[in-house]
Antibody, heavy 122, light 107 residues
Framework: QVQLQESGPGLVKPSETLSLTCIVS?????????WGWIRQPPGKGLEWIGS???????YYKPSLMSRVTISIDTSKNQFSLKMTSVTATDTAVYYC???????????????WGQGTLVTVSS | SFELTQPPSVSVSPGQTASIICSGDQLGNKYACWYQQKPGQSPVLVIF???KRPSGIPERFSGSNSGNTATLTITGAQAMDEADYYCQAWDSSTGGVFGTGTKVTVL
């Protein structure tokens, strides 16, 4: 069965770059589906960040697009998130998830990763 | 930009029916999904493509979507259904959008 696991630093300084990796097991990332990132600030709602297909096709939330890059490494069966110039408002639990896309419409499907808390603080 | 709005909270008595509304401009023209999130856990998909249930999701969960409103209905709510629920839809300009979330209390 497919499993996703986020990894990366739990603490990032303001103005620096947040880097996370999602390791996928039980399913080839080179097959169908997009692979995405979602975040949730403490006590708040879910926010979609973006997603990528192994072909290189990607989507990003417009308001984050200037700071976010999602990449994919099929040789390691993992994908990554980089977010530059972070501030305290980027403090959140970051989830990775497989996304089903059809007719240009996508949604994260189960399972999601367990999530990793990233705190932006000096 | 495309936004989805939900009521902050909904209360339901055990065994009764709870309806959670998700509002967005011409939402009925897009597919709506619903996620359940319990404290400290990752979200779980309970409805996709407006009204389809993933394998393992109880039949008491159902969905509909028309006009500007999508609705998640829990028929015969149980204590285990107490959670936060989020709607989601895809917009061609905005990408993936989640609703503001609704806390369902079963009491």
């Amino acid at each position: 069965q497919v499993q996703l696991q986020e990894s990366g630093p739990g603490l990032v300084k303001p103005s620096e770059t947040l880097s996370l990796t999602c390791i996928v097991s039980g399913y080839s990332i080179s097959s169908a589906f997009y692979w995405g990132w979602i975040r949730q600030p403490p006590g708040k709602g879910l926010e979609w960040i973006g997603s990528i297909h192994h072909s290189g096709s990607s989507y990003y939330k417009p308001s984050l697009m200037s700071r976010v890059t999602i990449s994919i490494d099929t040789s390691k069966n993992q994908f990554s998130l980089k977010m530059t110039s972070v501030t305290a408002t980027d403090t959140a639990v970051y989830y990775c998830a497989r996304e089903y896309c059809s007719g240009g419409r996508c949604y994260p499907e189960d399972p999601w990763g367990q999530g990793t808390l990233v705190t932006v603080s000096s | 930009s495309f936004e989805l709005t939900q009521p902050p909270s909904v209360s339901v008595s055990p065994g009764q029916t709870a309806s959670i509304i998700c509002s967005g401009d011409q939402l009925g023209n897009k597919y709506a999904c619903w996620y359940q999130q319990k404290p400290g856990q990752s979200p779980v998909l309970v409805i996709f493509q407006d009204n389809k249930r993933p394998s393992g999701i109880p039949e008491r969960f159902s969905g509909s979507n028309s006009g500007n409103t999508a609705t998640l209905t829990i028929t015969g709510a149980q204590a285990m259904d107490e959670a936060d629920y989020y709607c989601q839809a895809w917009d061609s300009s905005t990408g993936g959008v989640f609703g503001t979330g609704t806390k369902v209390t079963v009491l």
